[in-house]
């Protein structure tokens, strides 16, 4: 016992609940590289400026929300809140063949207030594709993320959608957005009287009451757009319709970081609580490269929170085809070497296999098998090792009926290559033969206990 306590806001991840966390990152991996996109690894911490970008910057994440520190050298860093910006500064560094297509797993911090669905370390998959405006990627994207969702058998999704214009048209909207907000701020709520001049686009994903009422007559950035991003969007829409990928155009998407042009979207799991029911979101960032002194280079990507992943799951009842816990377990009633000899036996040929330490009683080792989810125990006892052989003791009621039924044409094979006689077969799997040419009939019980060697090769193939 510590009267330490994980930070507030964090989460430890113990096995076996690690292993959902282990199955999304798989099928994330699965998922993406269908579509040629490959892992990128990028520090933990940046140095501060690749997040806090100049004085424009006035998102919360990057106001309120990032641990900053100086290390020893004196450096100004921020533990990574995000990974596009880490991302977008390794893809300048390195100059990589476009377009760049990277997906990746890792922590993001940030300073909130925790609660159900929201943490101060989560974990995101994400992807990111630099190097091109073409719509054909704002459809890849988007629909990698909403297919990779729904393969986990997610159903209650809404896929939302906006185009918040570029450097052409949205000065002149933010400008229309700054009149009609400065003359209805004594009606927004508390926050965004105060704060609805440094970031007017803010108010319009405010959920308070007083800013709901007032954004429903603001001006619509979809009606401002230039020619050229209406022509982006509505080629998106157009292929997005192609796709069967369903949509709601949401003129309030504004979406919580800076970088963001023209296409942005979030998917929601609508059996979480509203609050905190993004399961992904993501859009385009034009402007990011020169944001950080590159050459203007697009992109576009979106990131998935696992944590609320997992939620949605939960909430949806989305069981997931886990087998974790090792194949065999070693018992081992007489100490001495063999449960090593056997596990390193196993381990090598491919095969998952743990064992007990400290020589427990029988009943405490097949307690530990049975927890760790062993399909198999083996047991080696004075017996067994008088006779040279193993027991067997399925936990797994199922793989013992397959198994039976495995062994009976294992022993057909093991018998010729090993010279046995037929006698021996009999009675060790069941089988009833007649005659040299191995004619028999079908079945009875099979054995628990077999000749070490025997049972070493037949276990070697059937986990195979
Ligand atoms: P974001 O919307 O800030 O976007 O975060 C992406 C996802 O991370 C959210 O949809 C949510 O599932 C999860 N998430 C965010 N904050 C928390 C939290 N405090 N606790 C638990 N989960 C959280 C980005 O981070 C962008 N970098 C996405 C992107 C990639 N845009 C372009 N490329």
């Known amino acids: 016992m510590t009267s330490f306590q994980s930070p507030s806001g964090t989460k430890d991840w113990l096995y076996p609940e690690s292993e959902h966390m282990a199955y999304l990152v798989e099928s994330f991996k699965s998922h993406v590289e269908l579509a040629n996109y490959g892992l990128i690894l990028s520090p933990m911490f940046e140095d501060l400026g690749v997040f806090v970008r100049g004085v424009g910057d006035v998102s919360e994440l990057v106001t309120k929300e990032m641990y900053e520190f100086v290390d020893k050298g004196g450096r100004k860093l921020a533990l990574r809140p995000e990974g596009t910006a880490s991302v977008m500064r390794a893809f300048l560094q390195h100059n990589p063949p476009v377009p760049f297509k990277a997906w990746y797993v890792a922590p993001s911090f940030r300073y909130e207030r925790p609660q159900a669905g929201r943490y101060r370390q989560h974990h995101q998959v994400g992807l990111e594709a630099i190097g091109t405006d ?63 001049s440094v970031n007017p686009l803010r108010v319009l994903d405010c959920k308070k009451p007083e800013c709901v009422a007032i954004k429903e007559d603001a001006p619509k950035i979809n ?168 027991q067997l003791k399925w936990l797994d009621a199922n793989m013992r009926e397959r198994f039976s039924a495995f062994l009976a044409d294992f022993l057909d094979s093991y018998v010729v290559s090993e010279s046995d006689d037929l006698s021996t077969m009999k009675s060790y799997s069941g089988k009833s033969y007649s005659g040299e040419n191995k004619d028999y009939t079908e079945q009875y019980q099979i054995s628990n206990t077999l000749p070490t060697d025997m049972a070493i090769r037949a276990i070697k193939e059937f986990f195979k």
Request: negative net charge; aromatic residues 8%.
């Open 134 to 196: 073409d719509p054909g990627l704002d459809l890849e994207i988007i629909s990698i993320l909403f297919d990779w969702l729904t393969s986990l058998g997610l159903g209650n999704l809404s896929l939302k959608l906006n185009c918040l214009g570029d450097t052409n048209c949205r000065p002149a909207y933010l400008e229309l957005l700054y009149s009609y907000l400065e003359k209805n701020q004594k009606f927004l709520c508390k926050e965004h009287m105060e704060r609805w």
């Open 223 to 390: 009606k401002h757009l230039c020619p050229d991003c209406k022509l982006h969007f509505e080629t998106l829409l157009a292929a997005l319709d192609t796709a069967e990928i369903p949509y709601l155009l949401d003129d309030y998407l504004v979406r919580g970081l800076d970088y963001y042009m023209r296409t942005t979207f979030e998917v929601a799991s609508l059996s979480l609580e509203s609050a905190q029911n993004a399961v992904g979101g993501g859009g385009r960032y034009d402007n990011l490269a020169l944001a950080l002194g590159g050459n203007n280079t697009p992109g576009i990507g979106f990131a998935s929170g696992l944590e609320r992943v997992l939620l949605a799951c939960e909430k949806e009842g989305v069981v997931f085809p886990l087998d974790y816990g090792p194949s065999v377990f070693v018992i081992d009633l007489i100490g001495g070497h063999k449960a090593g000899e056997l596990t390193m036996t196993f381990r090598r040929a491919g095969v998952a296999c743990d064992r007990s330490f400290d020589n427990r009683s029988l009943k405490s080792q097949l307690r530990q098998a049975d927890k760790s989810r062993a399909k198999l125990a083996l047991i080696v006892g004075e017996r067994e090792k008088q006779n040279n052989s193993l």
